[in-house]
């Protein structure tokens, strides 16, 4: 895996290490709101049909509180 970063614009950087949570914003002030945040826990209910397994949550669901709270996200309108 390549543990390196590019930049995509003046303050957008993209990283392909897993955990460089401070190189995948979009600017400083954001990400400074997003680590002041508590950890989103894991939601496991019993008696599922389907679970899906995805990514960490992004900024939007740190800053939210809420998986997948994102409009842009996929899930948003089924919830």
Do not use: C
């Amino acid at each position: 895996m390549i543990h390196s970063y590019f930049i995509l614009g003046k303050n957008l950087y993209v990283s392909y290490s897993p955990g460089k949570l401070n190189l995948d914003t979009i600017n400083k002030e954001r990400l400074e709101k997003v680590e002041e945040q508590k950890p989103l826990p894991d939601i496991i209910n019993s008696g599922l049909k389907i679970l899906f397994i995805g990514y960490n949550p992004g900024l939007r669901s740190a800053e939210k509180g809420h998986h997948y709270a994102g409009r842009s996200n996929r899930f948003w309108d089924s919830q």
